[in-house]
C-alpha cells in the first residue's frame, strides 16, 4: 500500500524555522516528481513547491521563493521542506504529494491534479 506520512510540523515563531519530512512507503518514488502543498483555516490548498525525480531541479510559489527549500533523499524515500523566515499568514496543514507515474516532462507540477498520491499533512502554526 502506497503511503506518504509527514512530520515536522508544529509550533513556531514568525521568523522562526522548521523542517518538514515525509516519508514515502509502497512503491518506489525515485522515479515520481513530488511536491509540497498546504491549505491555511479558509482558505483553498494552494502549491508550495516540487521538485523533480530525474534531475532534482525544482520550482517554487512566489511567495515562499528564497525562504523555503524542497530537497529528496532516494536512499531514504524522503521528502523534505526547509521553511526559513516563517509568516503568519503561512500556518496551515502541509501536504506532501507524489505524480501516479513516472514521466519524464520538463514541466513543473504545480497543480494538485498532477499528484495522485497525498499524505494526511502536517500542521504548521505560526504565532507572533
Not at 59 to 85: C, E, H, P, W
Request: proline content about 1%; aromatic content about 14%.
Amino acid at each position: 500500500q502506497v503511503q506518504l506520512v509527514e512530520s515536522g510540523g508544529g509550533l513556531v515563531q514568525a521568523g522562526g524555522s522548521l523542517r518538514l519530512s515525509c516519508a514515502t512507503s509502497g512503491r518506489t518514488f525515485s522515479t515520481l516528481d513530488m511536491g509540497w502543498f498546504r491549505q491555511g483555516p479558509g482558505k483553498e490548498r494552494e502549491f508550495v513547491a516540487t521538485i523533480k525525480w530525474i534531475n532534482r531541479s525544482t520550482y517554487y510559489a512566489d511567495s515562499v521563493k528564497g525562504r523555503f527549500t524542497i530537497s529528496r533523499d532516494s536512499t531514504k524515500n524522503t521528502l523534505y521542506l526547509q521553511m526559513n523566515s516563517l509568516k503568519l499568514e503561512e500556518t496551515a496543514v502541509y501536504y506532501c504529494a507524489a505524480q501516479g507515474r513516472t514521466t519524464y516532462s520538463a514541466s513543473y507540477k504545480y497543480q494538485e491534479e498532477e499528484y495522485a498520491y497525498w499524505g494526511q499533512g502536517t500542521q504548521v502554526t505560526v504565532s507572533a
